[in-house]
């Protein structure tokens, strides 16, 4: 069973349209983070979020973490084709001290065609 | 340039074959990871270290072996690895195992095992 889902799993959309991923679970999470992977390259992380009902914006990216801190969502408006990559959401489980204890879901392939 | 760097980038091995992927931060972090990044599958977590120690193995089998010289630089022992064993393989660093959820992953391996 996977622990973290991600939906949808593929994602192809022209310049300009705006879009919605979304990560949920069956489980509490006390803090999920949100990373992009371009091809040939590592994750990069783009934000976490702590608080249930949190809100982050990075530029055109608006992360949200749901209120029970089971899902969360990615929302990006007018999409440009650097955009483009495999959008992988992680959680750490309560009660996790260690670093080690990310779980990944297994991602959302976006790809923004100009 | 995340401050994670991974060498060779690529990697063709024969099922006989002994090799070696080498990973190393820039970045003064304390904890090192290895991940295996399979198509379809989420990231799979296989060996942590926590200042040069390893506190973590992930029902990893023995063909893989990891070592820990120093907190800059980690390793991954390969030998008579099987097909199935292709996949990236993603190092990653954070600040602590402990203290810090917000790993830094480098560009990968690439591997495939013929």
């Known amino acids: 069973t996977q622990l973290l889902e991600q939906s949808p799993q593929f994602l192809s959309i022209q310049e300009g349209e705006n879009l919605t991923v979304y990560c949920n679970s069956s489980?509490?999470?006390?803090?999920l983070q949100w990373y992009r992977q371009e091809p040939g390259e590592g994750p990069v992380l783009l934000v976490t979020v702590v608080t249930g009902g949190e809100v982050k914006k990075l530029k055109r990216l608006t992360f949200q973490f749901g209120d029970a801190r089971k899902d969360s969502s990615l929302h990006i408006t007018a999409a440009q084709p650097g955009d483009t990559g495999l959008y992988l959401c992680?959680?750490?489980?309560?009660?996790?001290?260690?670093?080690?204890?990310?779980?990944f879901g297994e991602g959302t392939q976006l790809t923004v065609n100009p | 340039e995340t401050g994670v760097t991974q060498t060779p980038r690529h990697l063709v091995m024969g099922m006989t074959n002994k090799k070696s992927l080498k990973c190393e931060q820039h970045?003064?972090?304390?904890?090192m990871y290895w991940y295996k990044q399979s198509a379809k599958k989420p990231l799979e977590l296989m060996f942590v270290?926590?200042?040069?120690?390893?506190?973590e193995n992930n029902s990893v089998p023995s063909r893989f072996s990891p070592e820990c010289p120093n907190s800059s630089h980690l390793f991954l022992h390969l030998h008579t690895l099987q097909p199935e064993d292709s996949a990236l393989y993603l190092c990653?660093?954070?600040?602590?195992?402990?203290?810090?959820?917000?790993?830094?992953f480098g560009p990968g391996t690439r591997l495939t095992v013929t």
């Open positions: 489980s509490v999470f006390s803090s």
């Open positions: 970045l003064g972090h304390n904890a």
């Open positions: 270290y926590s200042l040069e120690e390893r506190v």
């Open positions: 990653a660093s954070s600040r602590g195992a402990e203290d810090s959820y917000e790993q830094y």
């Open positions: 992680a959680g750490v489980r309560p009660g996790e001290t260690s670093g080690s204890r990310l779980t």
